[in-house]
């Protein structure tokens, strides 16, 4: 089964910055587009970011627009997903995907059922 695997979560007071790396096997990482959601405590999965497979301008959720930025190393099969000016509402598990049907034209989907493969999830807490 196909595994994606999240790290770089943590503890952090608000304003700071973490950075999350996720890796994918090579098979799914070249084909497929790749995004982050969050879930916080009680509440369901929400879209963070994500962006395609050949690069591109990226799509984020407007709480995180301009605090957060999503990046690709495909040498290193590696998506991350850099969070700074971080708030106390930012603090939930994150997760990383891949969705092999995302092309190189069209509106990049904001659906989980849109992604095909998942990670287990990194916590990461804002404290005030």
């Known amino acids: 089964q196909v595994q994606l695997v999240e790290s770089g979560g943590g503890l952090v007071q608000a304003g700071g910055s973490l950075r999350l790396p996720c890796t994918a096997p090579?098979?799914?990482?070249?084909?497929?587009?790749t995004g982050w959601f969050r879930q916080a405590p009680g509440k369901g999965r929400e879209f963070v970011a994500a962006v395609r497979g050949g690069g591109g301008s990226p799509a984020y959720a407007d709480s995180v627009l301009g605090r957060f930025t999503i990046s690709r190393d495909n040498v290193k099969k590696t998506v991350y997903l850099q969070l700074n000016s971080l708030k106390p509402e930012d603090t939930a598990v994150y997760y990383c995907?891949?969705?092999?049907?995302?092309?190189?034209?069209?509106?990049?989907?904001?659906?989980?059922?849109?992604?095909?493969?998942w990670g287990k999830g990194t916590q990461v807490t804002v404290s005030s």
């Open positions: 995907a891949a969705d092999r049907s995302l092309g190189p034209v069209g509106v990049i989907p904001r659906s989980e059922n849109n992604y095909d493969y």
């Open positions: 090579r098979s799914v990482f070249r084909n497929s587009g």
